[in-house]
């Protein structure tokens, strides 16, 4: 994304309304997120984006015992790599199935994948078997992911959307507190395979949950594939093995890991803004900055995030278990600012609380790139990484629902695939990024740390720059 023009940021008085939806108008009202219209949607819907979670932090949990037990290290990486490639075009065929049938259909034959995949995987006794299980997982993921923001946009008020994205966000935290412990438990006294086969238990009732609802929506807007949708189909597959090697290009070392994410970052380059809104790239008005903003911040917090149990293992003596104490304080205050943002009055602009979460991160970032320095107290840079936490939850049920408001009608599916793969493409590439670096010499020292971490902070400000630019300077944005 360029910098910001200069140009005067514009509020909310001059933003345009979204058209009116004239079939299956999106509902108003004041109701909560558990009157008895939306009780059963809520908690399936909650239920379904926190077993999503669990899987994709418990699999990182099992993995090497699963690798050991069927003699499977040279797939280790396409064991991650793959699911996320197919992850990345369900997500595209999610939206444009969305736009074009309503949600109803992505969310079954998205669970149908992704139960597949985990019974598959649960099951196999060679390790191609529990990768190609793995693959058809992440495909079925990638359909309810944005199935269930299309859900959220056609079946909740307005007025409801940042309560239940903040209910989203807590549905991730809870999983990464608990997620990898539970996995670990499971691993020592089940056995490797009920990481999988335990999921669909509870994921085929969350969807049950789900379901009456849907009948409710979507009705009355079956129409044709949009145009350009073949077209969209193969720049994700192209997207997909790109992140796919970028993936596994960041597991390797010395030429292979160059030559990898060399040729991954400029498939990326190529394929990417074909899926993401038009004026992405030079920060747009409107969509295409809030886009960019998801991914700048995931990319920042992310990058900070595999640096600091390192840094703090390696440089201040904290046993692995105590450096990751540290972030659970990061996910604690994730959710403490998703719940904040969810229940606050709405803020004169659109631009207010993503300028504040990026600003929380951006400072809170710096702050933890103090404690590389052994006279700073642990202390501070457990605050600072609180900081950064509380700013991704003032952040990201922010630009969901700027998401959602700057979306036309039958645009949901697409516009909420774009904020999802711009989000999983700038980790996927930061996290690549930043492995290169720290194995790029013998043994990663405090100028690595310092320097991946001020690099995660200058994204984030970045995105302060820019987030003025959130606010639509004239209507029709659509994604290209």
């Known amino acids: 994304m360029a910098a910001a023009s200069g140009e005067p940021e514009v509020t909310d008085t001059a933003a345009p309304a979204a058209p009116e939806r004239e079939v299956g108008a999106r509902p108003t009202g004041g109701a909560g997120l558990f009157a008895p219209r939306l009780r059963a949607m809520t908690v399936g819907s909650v239920a379904l984006i926190s077993l ?3 899987e994709a932090l418990a699999v990182g949990t099992a993995m090497p015992t699963v690798a050991r037990s069927l003699d499977g290290l040279a797939l280790y990486g396409i064991a991650f790599g793959g699911p996320f490639a197919a992850g990345v075009l369900a997500m595209v065929a999610s939206g444009i199935w969305c736009d074009s049938r309503g949600p109803r259909a ?5 669970l149908v994948w992704f139960v597949l995949g985990l019974l598959l995987a649960g099951s196999a006794t060679t390790m191609g078997v529990l990768v190609a299980g793995r693959i058809v997982q ?8 944005v199935a269930l923001y299309v859900i959220v946009a056609q079946a909740y008020p307005e007025a409801l959307h940042r309560r239940i994205f903040a209910a989203f966000a807590a549905a991730w935290v809870v999983p990464s507190l608990v997620g990898p412990a539970l996995a670990g438990l499971i691993v020592e006294h089940l056995g490797w395979r ?21 009948r409710a929506i979507g009705a009355g807007t079956v129409t044709g594939l949009p145009s350009g949708a073949a077209a969209r189909i193969g720049w994700a597959c192209g997207a ?9 290009g960041g597991q390797q070392r010395g030429a292979a890991a160059v030559g990898l994410v060399a040729v991954a970052l400029a498939g990326l380059l190529v394929c990417a803004p074909r899926l993401l809104p038009a004026g992405f790239l030079r920060a747009g008005r409107g969509l295409p900055t809030v886009i960019g903003l998801r991914g700048l911040a995931s990319a920042a917090f992310v990058g900070a995030e595999v640096v600091i149990p390192l840094m703090l293992s390696r440089e201040r003596g904290l046993s692995p278990t105590v450096a990751g104490l540290v972030l659970t304080t990061g996910a604690l205050a994730w959710s403490a600012g998703s719940w904040a943002q969810g229940r606050m009055r709405a803020p004169r602009s659109r631009a207010t ?3 504040a979460g990026l600003t929380c991160i951006a400072a809170g970032t710096a702050v933890v ?10 202390w501070v840079g457990v605050l600072g990484w609180a900081g950064a936490g509380l700013g991704m939850g003032l952040l990201y049920p922010s630009l969901s629902v700027l998401t959602l408001e700057l979306s036309a009608p039958g645009e949901e599916g697409r516009n909420s695939s774009s904020l999802q793969l711009g989000d999983s493409l700038f980790a996927a590439t930061v996290l690549a990024l930043t492995g290169a670096v720290l194995a790029a010499g013998a043994a990663p020292g405090p100028a690595s740390y310092a320097g991946t971490l001020a690099v995660a902070s200058g994204l984030a400000l970045l995105g302060v720059v820019l987030a003025g630019r959130v606010v639509p300077g ?5 994604a290209g």
């Open 474 to 478: 004239a209507p029709g944005v659509r």
């Open 194 to 214: 009920w990481v999988f086969l335990a999921v669909p238990a509870v994921a085929v009732p969350a969807v049950l949950l789900i379901h009456p609802g849907l």
């Open 240 to 248: 997909g093995v790109s992140a796919a090697l970028l993936h596994i």
């Open 106 to 110: 992505p969310m079954w034959h998205g």
């Open 52 to 54: 999503l979670a669990f």
């Open 369 to 378: 790139t103090l404690a590389v320095a052994p006279a700073v107290p642990v």
């Open 353 to 355: 609380l993503p300028r």
């Open 138 to 145: 992440g495909f079925g993921s990638g359909l309810l992911s």
